[in-house]
C-alpha cells in the first residue's frame, strides 16, 4: 500500500531508507526517521485502537509522549511489550505491532456493545455495581472485568534481553531539548559547568524539530545542530537521547531511563536495551515544555481528530498530511500557523473554526468561523464531518464534511517532574494553565514548561535560567546565546476555552481511561467535589498517561460545575514515574541467580562431588542432605546420616554461622551486656552457650562464644542472625556504652568450621591433632584450644554439641577449609564417617530439644524456651527490665515442649495449631502451635516442638494438632523436649 | 538522599539504615519497666525536623546522628554519636 498522505518532498526522515513493517499483520512501510505512529499515518491508517472501557474506535491525536488512545502491542514472543505509544516508537526494519484490548478484531469489535449500554458505565459504575453480593467479586466480576477492560498482554516468557542500572553527578541536569534546554545547556558549558542534557526524543531539538522556525536565517535545524555540534564537542557535556527524566526525587535526585536499543528489533550484542540512570544534580532546569489540550466536544475521539501541534509535527517533520480535507480548530493564533504548515504538505483546509469573535486569522484564505467551534465529530471508524456552531449558542448551524478535524485549545505546562517533591502548581491566568513557584529547590523551571511560548522567549529563558543555576553554583557565564533573528509562524492572542457545552455525542476529557464531562458532572453531583476525589470515582487522569492531555480540561469542567474556579479546583497530584518505566529496568543485573549475591562455604566444591542437594539458608547455599545412589528421597539420606552419626561419627560443614571476635580488657563486661549469662568469670580455654535479648526482651539470638584469652573471645551467632547481631553490637558499643574498651569483627568469612559429632568422634580427631592431648579429662566438655592440626595448620577446637553427641567444632582459617575437612575424613575412615546436612542436623537438635530458628522467631522470651533460669539477677543486659513485664512473666504463655503423634506413623508438620480435641477449631481454643518438626530414626517416629499454654506444667496431655494448610489432624502428646539421651550422658562421655 | 558520613563523605542512600528516632537516653538498669517502656516505644514522632539514629552499614559501619526533614528530606547535620555530647 502507497503512503498516500506523505508528501513527495520535506520533513527529516530519509526516503532513501525504506522500512517495512507490519501492523495487525498488515503490511506498510515507512522511512528511517519515522515513528510508528507517523508511518501509519503515512499509510492512511487512522483506526489504531479500541477506547479501554467503551471500546471505541480511536486514532492517533498527538506526536509524543501524551499520546492517551494509539497504545499498540510491540514485536511477539517473548519481547512482546502491551501499551506503548505509537507516537513515541521509532519505526525500524521488520517492526511488528499490534492493536490491543479488541475481539476478535479492530474493525469488528464485540464490545464496543460496551457504548449501547454506556448509561451503565458511569462514574463510579465499578463501585456501584460490583460490590453485591460479596461472593461474587472473585469468581465472576473480577474475570468479566479483567476481560472487558484489560489493555495490553505481557509477554508471557521470560524478557531475554538485558537490563542495566547506573549512576551520573552533574552541576546541572537539563530536563529537555527544545530551544529553552539548548540555550541552558549552551549557557551553563560555555562558563564550564558540568552538564547533562536529556532528552526523550531520538534526537535533540524538541519543539525545533517540529515547528517551522528560523533562527538567524538558518532553519530551525541548522541552528539545532549547531547548537547540539557545540554541546557534543565539549568534554563537561553529557548528552543523552531516547532518555526520559520520568521522576525527581529529594536532594538533587533524578531517575532517568535510557532507551538504548528500544529502536532495534532486538538490542545488538553486548548492548543493554535500556539503562536506569541515577543522577546527582547540583541544579537542575526543567524544559519540558508544554502539552496541547484539546477542545471537549461531542465525540472527539473519532479518528482523525488529532490535536493542532501534532498535525504540524507530521507535517513539518514526517512530510505527512494529517488528511486530505482538514478542518482546524482553535483558540489562538496557532489556527493560522496549523493551516500554513498544513498547506505546505498538501493538505486542503476545508474549513478554519476560531473560537475568537475577533479572530486575525482573515488572511488564512479559507472559510473561516468565528465565535465558533466544532461542537461534533461525526462519522464512525473516522472522521467524515465537523459540525460548528457559534460559540455559546447550544446548536450547530453547519456541517463541513472533512476527513480531519485539528483542534488547539491552548497548551499546558508540562511540569509534571517539577511536582515530585510534593511542591503545588498554582493556576495562572495568563498562561492559562498550572505553572510552579519560583522557589523549587535546586530546579529552575524554563521556556514552555513555565507558560513561554515564543522561541525567542525560550532560548531567553533557557539562559536566564542556566545563569541562576550558574550564579548558585558559584559559577559566572561566559558567552551569551546570540540568536536574535527568529522567524516563526504566528502564536499567542489566547482565549481560553474548554468545552462545548451541550453538544450531542460523548465529550472525552480523559481518552485513556474513557472519562467524559458528564461523568465528572455527576462525580460532582453525587459528593466527589475535589479534584482528588473525582479523579479516583471517575478514574479521570488515572491511566497510564496520568491525564497529561485532559487535566486541565477536567478542572475546568469540576470548575463548572463547581461553580468555582480553576485556581480552587486545581490539579491532581503526579507522581514518578513520568511515563512508564519498565520493571526490567528496575531490576538492572538483580534477576534470577544475580538477584542476591551467593555466598559458599571454603568446602562447597566437596559437597557438590559428593552429592549434597543444597538449600539457600539466607545468602548461604548449604548441604541439605547427600544423596546416595539408590536412596529414593532426602528422608531416607537424612535417616542414614543421623543413625551414622548416632551409631559412629559424622561430620557437617557448618561455616556459616556468624563468628565474631570480640577483644579489649572490656570484652567480658560487653559480653555481659548483651547476653542474659555472666561471662567475665568464664574461664579461658572455655565455652559457653549464650542468648541474647532484644531491649524488649525478646530472644533476639544465641550461639556459643568462647574465651581465648583475657582480653580475646571468640563468638558465634546464628547463620541468619549474623548481620544483625553486629549491628546490634555496634549500636551498643557506640551508642549506649561507648566507655568500654573493647573491639570486634566479622571473621564469618576468615574461618572454615565444621562439626564432627558422634561417639566416634574423639578416635577420629585425636588421629589428627598435633602433641594435644584431647582425652575427655584433658579436654572436656565445653573445652575451647587454639592448636596446631595435620602437622603445622592452625585450628581452633571447641568441645560443643549440636546433636546431643559427643562432638567437636573445628575451625581453620578459610583457606585450609577443604584440606582441613579432607583430613577428617581421611581420619575418619575406618570409622564410616558420615557427611550430614541441614536435614539430619535440624533432626539431631529437634531430637535433643534445642531451639533454633523457627523457635527464635522474635516472639519468644528465655522462660518461653525453658532458658529463664540463664538470666542473670546480678548484672544488668540488654532486655533485663522489659523481659520482666507482666505479660511476658505470664505463667500461662505459650511454652516449649516435646511433641510425639500418638500414631507414630503420623507425619508431623511445622505450623499445625494444637486444640483440645472436641473444642471447637476456631483461634479462641487456641493452645499452641508446631514450631519444627522432623522424623527421628532413633525414635522411628516424627517429632516436633512447638509452644503450649503452660506447657511445661502439662506433659503427658494429648491435644489435636489441626493443619488447615495440608488438612489434617493428628494427635500428639506433650513431651519434654529432650527426647533422645535426656540426661546428657552422651555429651560428656 | 545522600548522607554526608563524617568519615566517608557524601555517601548514597542504600549504604544507610535506619533504626529510627533518637531515642532518650538509655535509663539505668534499676529505672523500672515504665521508664523502659517509655525509652523502647515512645517516639515524637515530628512532621519536620527530627534526630534520628543512621547507621552507615555500607561503609565505616559508624552509628550517625542525622537531623533531617521528615517532609522535605533535607538533612541540616550529620554527627557521629560518639562525637555527640
Redesign the interface.
Known amino acids: 500500500m502507497p503512503q498516500i498522505f506523505r508528501n513527495a518532498s520535506g520533513g527529516q526522515i530519509d526516503r532513501s531508507k525504506l522500512l517495512r513493517f507490519t501492523f495487525d499483520g498488515k503490511d506498510y512501510t515507512g522511512y528511517r526517521g519515522d515513528t510508528l505512529a507517523s508511518a501509519l499515518l503515512a499509510n492512511g491508517r487512522r483506526l489504531v485502537a479500541r477506547s479501554f472501557k467503551y471500546h471505541r474506535p480511536r486514532g492517533i491525536i498527538s506526536a509524543g509522549v501524551e499520546e492517551p488512545n494509539a497504545l499498540v502491542e510491540l514485536r511477539t514472543g517473548a519481547r512482546r511489550e502491551p501499551n506503548t505509544r505509537a507516537t513515541t516508537v521509532e519505526l525500524f526494519d521488520g517492526l511488528e505491532a499490534s492493536s490491543q484490548n479488541r475481539w476478535p478484531s479492530l474493525k469488528f469489535d464485540i464490545l464496543s456493545a460496551n457504548q449501547i449500554v454506556a448509561p451503565f458505565l458511569s462514574a463510579g459504575f465499578y463501585y456501584k455495581t460490583f460490590k453485591w453480593p460479596p461472593s461474587f467479586w472473585e469468581p465472576v466480576y473480577e474475570k468479566i472485568i479483567r476481560r472487558a477492560a484489560g489493555l495490553g498482554r505481557v509477554a508471557e516468557r521470560a524478557d531475554p534481553d538485558t537490563y542495566e542500572k547506573a ?1 551520573a553527578h552533574c552541576d546541572l541536569l537539563v530536563i529537555g531539548s527544545g530551544p529553552a534546554g539548548l540555550a541552558a545547556a549552551l549557557t551553563a558549558a560555555r562558563a564550564g559547568a558540568r552538564v547533562i542534557i536529556a532528552d526523550e526524543g531520538s534526537r535533540f531539538g524538541g519543539a525545533l524539530l517540529s515547528e517551522r522556525v528560523a533562527i538567524d536565517d538558518k532553519n530551525g535545524d541548522a541552528w539545532t545542530d549547531a547548537a547540539i555540534a557545540e554541546l557534543e564537542s565539549m568534554p563537561q557535556v553529557r548528552m543523552f537521547a531516547r532518555t526520559t527524566v520520568f521522576g525527581r ?3 538533587g ?1 533524578y531517575g532517568l531511563i535510557e532507551r538504548v536499543a528500544d529502536h532495534f528489533p532486538e538490542p545488538p550484542a553486548h548492548t543493554p536495551r535500556q539503562i536506569l540512570w541515577r543522577v ?1 544534580a547540583k541544579r537542575s532546569i526543567l524544559a519540558a515544555g508544554a502539552i496541547e489540550r484539546p477542545i471537549v466536544f461531542g465525540d472527539n475521539d473519532r479518528p482523525g481528530v488529532m490535536m493542532a501541534g501534532a498535525a504540524r509535527a507530521y507535517a513539518n517533520r514526517y512530510a505527512v498530511q494529517a488528511g486530505k480535507k482538514v478542518v482546524v480548530c482553535g483558540n489562538s493564533d496557532d489556527v493560522a500557523r496549523t493551516v500554513s504548515d498544513l498547506g505546505a504538505v498538501g493538505a486542503k483546509v476545508v474549513a478554519v473554526v476560531d473560537t475568537r469573535a475577533d479572530a486575525h486569522t482573515a488572511d488564512v484564505g479559507r472559510p473561516i468561523y468565528r465565535n465558533s467551534v466544532v461542537r461534533r465529530a461525526l462519522g464512525g471508524q473516522y472522521v467524515q464531518a465537523a459540525e460548528i456552531g457559534e460559540v455559546g449558542s447550544g446548536i450547530s448551524t453547519e456541517n463541513v464534511e472533512c476527513d480531519a478535524i485539528v483542534v488547539s485549545g491552548g497548551w499546558s505546562p508540562n511540569i509534571n517532574v517539577a511536582t515530585h ?2 511542591q503545588r502548581p498554582t493556576y495562572n491566568p495568563e498562561v492559562v494553565g498550572f505553572t510552579m513557584p519560583e522557589k523549587l529547590g535546586e530546579m529552575t523551571v524554563a521556556g514552555a514548561a513555565n507558560g513561554v511560548y515564543d522561541t525567542a522567549g525560550c532560548l531567553q529563558a533557557g539562559e536566564r535560567a542556566a545563569t541562576v543555576a550558574l550564579s548558585a553554583l558559584g559559577m559566572t557565564p561566559k558567552d551569551a546565546v546570540v540568536a536574535r533573528d527568529i522567524d516563526e509562524g504566528p502564536h499567542g492572542n489566547l482565549e481560553a476555552f474548554f468545552h462545548v457545552t451541550g453538544a450531542e455525542g460523548k465529550c472525552f476529557v480523559d481518552f485513556q481511561n474513557d472519562v467524559t464531562d458528564k461523568d465528572l458532572k455527576l462525580a460532582v453531583k453525587e459528593g466527589y467535589d475535589s479534584a482528588e476525589h473525582a479523579k479516583r470515582y471517575t478514574t479521570f487522569g488515572m491511566a497510564t498517561d496520568q491525564g497529561k492531555t485532559g487535566s486541565l480540561n477536567g478542572a475546568a469542567i469540576l470548575a463548572d460545575a463547581l461553580n468555582a474556579t480553576i485556581a480552587d479546583v486545581g490539579v491532581t497530584t503526579a507522581r514518578p514515574p513520568y511515563t512508564p518505566v519498565a520493571l526490567g529496568a528496575w531490576g538492572g543485573h538483580a534477576v534470577g541467580a544475580e538477584f542476591m549475591p551467593t555466598r559458599r562455604t571454603p568446602m562447597h566444591a566437596w559437597h557438590e562431588e559428593h552429592g549434597a542437594v543444597f538449600v539457600e539458608a539466607g545468602l548461604w547455599y548449604r548441604p541439605a542432605y547427600y544423596l546416595r545412589s539408590g536412596e529414593k528421597d532426602w528422608l531416607e539420606a537424612s535417616d542414614r546420616e543421623v543413625l551414622a552419626t548416632r551409631g559412629s561419627v559424622g561430620i557437617c560443614d557448618v561455616s556459616t554461622l556468624g563468628k565474631i571476635d570480640v577483644q579489649g580488657s572490656d570484652a567480658g563486661v560487653f559480653l555481659n551486656k548483651l547476653y542474659i549469662n555472666g561471662w567475665t568469670k568464664l574461664p579461658v580455654g572455655k565455652a559457653r552457650y549464650g542468648l541474647m535479648l532484644r ?2 526482651g525478646m530472644v533476639m539470638d544465641d550461639g556459643t562464644t568462647s574465651r581465648l584469652a583475657e582480653d580475646h573471645y571468640i563468638m558465634t551467632t546464628t547463620t541468619a542472625n549474623a548481620a544483625g547481631v553486629m ?1 546490634h553490637m ?2 551498643c558499643h ?3 556504652w ?1 566507655e568500654l574498651d573493647v573491639q570486634y569483627v566479622s571473621v564469618t568469612e576468615q574461618w572454615a568450621q565444621m562439626a564432627i559429632a558422634g561417639p566416634k568422634s574423639r578416635d577420629v580427631l585425636s588421629r589428627i591433632v598435633d602433641d594435644f592431648d584431647i582425652s575427655n579429662e584433658a579436654f572436656p566438655f565445653m573445652g575451647a584450644a587454639e592448636l596446631t592440626i595435620l602437622g603445622g595448620m592452625p585450628a581452633r577446637l571447641f568441645r560443643i554439641s549440636f546433636s546431643g553427641e559427643l562432638a567437636y567444632e573445628l575451625a581453620v582459617p578459610a583457606d585450609y577449609g577443604i584440606e582441613a575437612w579432607k583430613g577428617v575424613m581421611a581420619a575418619g575412615a575406618p570409622y564410616q564417617i558420615t557427611p550430614y546436612g541441614l536435614e539430619a542436623l535440624g533432626a539431631m537438635r529437634i531430637e535433643k530439644g534445642h531451639a533454633a530458628g523457627q523457635e527464635l522467631d522474635g516472639r519468644t522470651t528465655a522462660d518461653d524456651l525453658g532458658l529463664g533460669g540463664m538470666m542473670s539477677k546480678a548484672k ?1 543486659f540488654v532486655g ?3 523481659s ?2 507482666p505479660g511476658l512473666v505470664d505463667p500461662m504463655r505459650p511454652k516449649m515442649v516435646g511433641l510425639r503423634p500418638t500414631d507414630t506413623t503420623q507425619r508431623v508438620n511445622a505450623g499445625a495449631h494444637l486444640l483440645p480435641h472436641g473444642a471447637e477449631k476456631v483461634i479462641a481454643n487456641d493452645q499452641g502451635w508446631i514450631s519444627s518438626a522432623a522424623h527421628s530414626p532413633v525414635l522411628d517416629s516424627w517429632i516436633g516442638l512447638g509452644f503450649v499454654k503452660n506447657g511445661r506444667n502439662r506433659l503427658g496431655e494429648r491435644l489435636l494438632a489441626v493443619d488447615f494448610v495440608r488438612g489434617r489432624e493428628y494427635e500428639v502428646e506433650l513431651v519434654s523436649p529432650h527426647m533422645v539421651d535426656p540426661k546428657g550422658e552422651k555429651l560428656h562421655a | 538522599m545522600r548522607i554526608d558520613c563524617p568519615y566517608c563523605g557524601l555517601r548514597s542512600i542504600e549504604e544507610f539504615t535506619v533504626r529510627g528516632e533518637l531515642p532518650k537516653k538509655r535509663p539505668a538498669a534499676d529505672a523500672g519497666i515504665p521508664a523502659y517502656v517509655d525509652y523502647q516505644y515512645h517516639d515524637k514522632n515530628p512532621r519536620g525536623r527530627n534526630i534520628e539514629f543512621w547507621q552507615h552499614t555500607g561503609g565505616c559501619r559508624a552509628w550517625l546522628m542525622v537531623e533531617r526533614d521528615t517532609i522535605t528530606h533535607e538533612i541540616f547535620s550529620v554527627t557521629d554519636v560518639r562525637e555527640a555530647s
Do not use: W
Request: overall charge negative; cysteine-free; proline content about 4%.
Open positions: 549512576n526525587y529529594d536532594a535526585t546527582f517533591l510534593g531491649e524488649d549491628a555496634e549500636y557506640q551508642v549506649i561507648p544488668d533485663k527490665t522489659l520482666g513485664r
